[in-house]
């Protein structure tokens, strides 16, 4: 637990209604706390996969025949779990975002806390790191990114001045961006300002919304009908793209109606869950945290 402390751990397992001998996916392994759950509801015949692109996360491979650690992106789920010969599981658990060990160890670079290079990579094979989105990005994509994904309006004018503090200076690490940015952060919303800016740099890194979308289109193929997805997502743009796929199975157009009018939805989706007062109180990084369930039809 040292590694990640788990959020919603039991709620987002007992989503999954695990059949002892079915067959499970971990698609964000992480310190293995939810899959260690899983594991003690399988049984002998039962059978559990893990992805994690975080090569820290390969130490925590929990030794059990019954389970398999998969060094990927889980955009990759299908092509993956075709080649261990599974076409379809009972059930997919999913915990977005950051780690707690990525945050908290300091030359990952996702951390504001840290003064540490910009790195931001959840795989040190992602060849985009933070510090070239900060010093090789246009004025333009810079104020998309954050405006999009930090949803921060007054983007166009903090991407105007890291541009001017860049070419007097590269910025290569986090506390030289909080530097560049201090005119725009009031001590009162510093952290919560400086959060925004580092998650829209780490969202654009990771490409995490376009493999968040690849990932759920898949599941609607691979789960069995009766089959469960739990989802745990921790912040609106995450969460949006979760609800509206459990809703409709798909991001942004409307579902198209038959000719009496019937649309065909793929899950009947579950109740929102959210951590209890007393989680939070133990664990502050679930304060955001919400957990969507739904069932393949």
Known sequence: MSYHNPVLLFESVDGLEIIPNGIYVDVTFGGGGHSKEILKKLGPEGKLYAFDQDEDALKNKIDDDRFVLIHENFRHIKRFLKFYGVQKVNGILADLGVSSHQFDVADRGFSTRFDAVLDMRMSKGLKI?????????????????????????????????????????????????????????????????????????????????????????????????????????????????????????????????????????????????????????????????????????
């Open 129 to 297: 790191s933070a510090y070239e989105v900060i010093n090789h990005y246009n004025e333009s994509k810079l104020s998309d990114i954050l405006f999009l994904y930090g949803e921060l309006r007054n983007a166009k004018a903090l991407a105007k001045q890291i541009v001017e503090s860049r070419e007097k200076q590269q910025i290569k690490t986090s506390f030289q961006l909080k530097e560049a940015l201090q005119s725009f952060l009031p001590k009162k919303v510093e952290n919560k300002i400086l959060a925004q800016i580092f998650q829209a740099i780490r969202i654009e890194v990771n490409q995490e919304l376009e493999a968040l979308k690849e990932f759920l289109l898949q599941t609607e193929e691979l789960l069995v009908v009766g089959g469960k997805l739990s989802v745990i997502s921790y912040h609106s743009l995450e969460d949006r793209l979760v609800k509206r796929f459990m809703r409709y199975g798909m991001f942004e157009a409307e579902p198209e109606k038959d000719f009496y009018g019937n649309v065909r939805i793929p899950f009947k989706k579950g109740k929102l869950i959210t951590p209890s007062a007393q989680e939070i109180k133990q664990n502050n990084r679930a304060r955001s945290a919400k957990l969507r369930t739904a069932t393949k039809l």
